[in-house]
Each structure stands twice: as structure tokens, then as C-alpha cells.
């Protein structure tokens, strides 16, 4: 009866939660990695090599980095409905004012501004499902949530293709299009976190009195054994060993994952299809990346595991991007790719479970962004290396072998320093829900 009860309970917060924030997530990928398409007749009318074309992609993360953790805490005292509202429409905004760009120094001055702009937003709302469901329904939350990554790929590689069509329509040129019709949902989303999105489950009309005493009871087993670690002071979060190597693993992974997802078009471009079969063909790996992203974040909360989970998918990062190296302009290199996408994806419900073990209260919200801010600088140096590389030897090879080294180190990273919080070793779930049903039962 309790289970059932729980199921129930879990679901209604799911079905009433995750859609929007998903779509909202989903918005903001495709306003993110849209470059990346509108680079292929961009560069040329403004003047972008591929090198200057890098560091736009990666200064975004910059001001995203700069703002990242004040951005966090103004949640905190603003209230995460206000708040992730703000976020949408300044990004929105800016997002359609990609399309003004003339050259170089405007392409780099609106990335930057479209960087603190969506700042905040991802940890953001990592820290607000902390609210709603109990730790070990964590990593299965968070990589549901997750596939708005690659969905937003599957959607915005054919859509962005597309609507570069438009080339000329009311004197409008493609590239400039695109950035307009992809950078309003995100001010229309505005509308639907104001009118649907409840800051915390006590303003939740849609719960029962029971079913938020359930989950009250629930998130206050989880925080009491957090405040273990005796981390929760903010200032405590930024030296915290475990923050401090958890920032360390995201930054080489988000390296890999934005430096192929920003020249994933043009590198399949350069094998020689059209505009429009790159948009097909870039959606490939990121359905294979969908795929995986579920089933280890099903596994992980499973088996209660999560650094080794989190050192397997760096594994398959490294040797997926190594393997597309190698193999040059084929067929076999979209597949090394869908299995690079698997690991760069997958890491995402396992990784994100873990910062909770480590710090609680404002040192989690501080702790969340930080790592989140930090690891996005690699926003900035994976699209880089990639441009560097490109620009170097007129080949991207070197930049996918630079990208699977970071991801390789993300692995030894993540197997020497991450160390399982003591006491988890639950192997199952139901045995982890039923211990908790019964610390429940006994405190009251």
C-alpha cells in the first residue's frame, strides 16, 4: 500500500513538473547550439573563420561562468518561478538579436551577453528538483530531464536546416531567420513558468495534505543524512574537495560534449552532403544518446551506483571520439559518434545525484553552480580546440583526439578522487525505500 502510495505520489509530481522544464530545457539547447548551424552560411557573410568562430561558441560560457552562482543564490531569495521567468525572456531576447550581428566583434559581444543571460537556468533547476523528489529518485530524474539535450538535437538539427531555407524572405537571410524564429518560444515560456511552475510543494494546490506530509517526510530523511558531511555554509562549498573534483570531471566533459556539438554539423558537412542532410544526419547520434541516457540513469538509481556509472560513460566518450578520429569521412564515423553521444549524455544522471551527498542547504545551491559554472568553461575550451585544430591542419581529427583525451581524463578523474559516500550501499531501490518508509515510521 505505502509503495503504491509513493508511485502515485511521485508520478503526479513528475507529469505536473518535468514536462515544462523539459520543454523550457529544450528551448534553451536549441537557442545555445543554433550557431553551430547558423555557421553554415553565417561565417561567410560576416566574416568568421573557423577559428573565430570557436571563440564565439565558447564565449558564451564566459558570462554564463561569471553569473552562474550569483545567479543560483538570487533564486534562492527570489523564488525559482520569478526567477527562471527572468532568465527566459532576457535570453529570448537576446537569442533573436543574434540575428543583428554584422561581423566579428558584434558575433562575440552578443554570445558573451546571451551567456550571463541564460546563466543560472540549468543549476537552477538541478537545485529546484532537489525540492521535489527524494535522493534516489535523483539520477532517473535528472537524465528524464536530460533528454531535452538530445531531443533538442533530434528537433532543432532538421528544424535549424530548415528554416535556413528561408534565405531571402522578406529580405531576411537565413541564418538571421533562424535565430528569430528559435529565440521566441523562450519569451513565450516566460508565460506558461509564471502561470504553472510552483516555487516549492507547499504551494502546490494540485497535492493532497497527505501526499505533502509524505514528501516533507521524505526530503527531511534526505537532509538528514546529508547534514552528515557538516558541509552546508556557502562558503564551505567552494573549497570542498568533493566540489572542487566534481567541477573538475564536468569541465572535461561538457569539453567534449559542446566541442562536438557546435561542429557536429560542419564536420558532417564536410563529408559531403547537403544542408539539409546534415540536419538529418546530425539527429542520429543523439536518438543513440537518448537511448543510453535512460537506461544508465534507470541503472544508476537501481544499483545505487553512480562513480562508476559516471567513469563508464567517460569511457565511452573517449573511445567514441577517438574512434571518429581515426576513421576519417565514413560511415563507420557516425557511428563512433552515436557511441561518443552515449557516453557524453549518459554522464548526466549519475553525475548530478552526487553533489547532494557532499553539501546540503545554501552550500548546495552555491556548490550546484559552482561545479555547473566551472564545468562550462569547458563550453569555451572544447569548441576552441576544435576551431584551433580545424583552422591548424583544415581537419578535425586533432580536435575530436583533443576532445577524447578530455574525456579520458574525466574517467581517471572521476575513478581516482570520487569516492561513494559512506553507507551507500543499498543495491536496489525498493530495499532503499523501504529502509526509509521505515526511519519514517519509527521518527513519528
Not at 24 to 44: C, E, H, P, Q
Not at 245 to 255: E, K, P
Not at 316 to 324: E, I, K, N, R, Y
Request: charged share 15%; proline share 4%; glycine share 10%.
Amino acid at each position: 500500500m505505502q509503495k503504491a502510495f509513493e508511485e502515485a505520489v511521485i508520478r503526479k509530481i513528475f507529469w505536473r513538473v518535468i514536462p515544462l522544464l523539459m520543454v523550457l530545457y529544450v528551448v534553451s539547447y536549441i537557442d545555445r547550439i543554433n550557431v553551430g548551424f547558423a555557421a553554415l552560411t553565417m561565417n561567410k557573410d560576416i566574416g568568421l573563420t573557423a577559428y573565430m568562430f570557436g571563440w564565439g561558441a565558447g564565449i558564451f560560457f564566459f558570462g554564463y561562468c561569471l553569473f552562474e552562482v550569483p545567479s543560483n543564490l538570487l533564486m534562492l531569495r527570489f523564488g525559482a518561478r520569478r526567477w527562471i521567468a527572468r532568465i527566459l525572456v532576457s535570453w529570448g531576447v537576446l537569442s533573436c538579436a543574434m540575428a543583428l550581428v554584422q561581423g566579428p566583434t558584434s558575433f562575440l559581444v552578443l554570445r558573451f551577453l546571451l551567456g550571463v543571460a541564460e546563466a543560472g537556468f540549468f543549476p537552477g533547476v538541478i537545485l529546484y528538483l532537489t525540492y521535489w523528489f527524494p535522493a534516489r529518485y535523483r539520477a532517473r530524474i535528472v537524465a528524464i530531464f536530460s533528454l531535452a539535450i538530445p531531443v533538442s538535437i533530434a528537433i532543432g538539427a532538421p528544424l535549424s536546416t530548415l528554416i535556413l531555407e528561408l534565405d531571402g524572405a522578406l529580405g531576411i537571410k537565413g541564418w538571421q531567420w533562424l535565430f528569430i524564429i528559435e529565440g521566441l518560444p523562450a519569451v513565450a515560456g516566460t508565460f506558461a513558468v509564471l502561470r504553472w511552475l510552483p516555487d516549492r510543494p507547499a504551494l502546490a494546490s494540485w497535492l493532497t495534505s497527505e501526499e505533502r506530509e509524505w514528501l516533507d517526510r521524505q526530503l527531511a530523511l534526505d537532509a538528514g543524512a546529508d547534514k552528515a558531511h557538516g558541509v552546508t555554509a556557502l562558503r564551505q562549498a567552494f573549497s570542498n574537495p568533493a566540489v572542487l573534483v566534481l567541477a573538475s570531471v564536468y569541465f572535461c566533459a561538457i569539453a567534449a560534449n559542446l566541442g562536438l556539438s557546435f561542429f557536429l554539423p560542419q564536420i558532417i558537412k564536410a563529408q559531403g552532403y547537403s544542408t539539409m542532410q546534415v540536419g538529418f544526419i546530425t539527429s542520429l547520434p543523439y536518438v543513440a544518446g537518448c537511448i543510453g541516457m535512460l537506461a544508465i540513469g534507470y541503472l544508476s538509481d537501481r544499483l545505487s551506483e553512480r562513480r562508476w556509472f559516471l567513469a563508464l560513460t567517460m569511457i565511452l566518450a573517449s573511445g567514441g571520439l577517438a574512434l571518429a578520429g581515426s576513421v576519417g569521412t565514413s560511415y563507420w564515423s557516425i557511428v563512433a559518434l552515436s557511441i561518443a553521444a552515449v557516453g557524453i549524455l549518459g554522464c548526466k544522471g549519475p553525475f548530478w545525484s552526487l553533489p547532494s551527498n557532499y553539501v546540503s542547504g545554501a552550500a548546495m545551491a552555491g556548490g550546484i553552480a559552482f561545479i555547473n559554472a566551472v564545468g562550462n568553461l569547458g563550453g569555451f575550451a572544447g569548441p576552441f580546440l576544435v576551431g584551433s585544430f580545424k583552422n591548424e591542419a583544415n581537419d578535425f581529427s586533432g580536435g575530436l583526439f583533443a576532445l577524447a583525451a578530455l574525456a579520458a581524463i574525466a574517467a581517471l578523474i572521476t575513478i581516482v578522487f570520487v569516492r561513494p559516500k559512506r553507507g551507500d550501499t543499498v543495491t536496489s531501490v525498493e530495499h532503499d525505500t523501504a529502509a526509509l518508509s521505515n526511519s519514517a515510521e519509527r521518527r513519528t
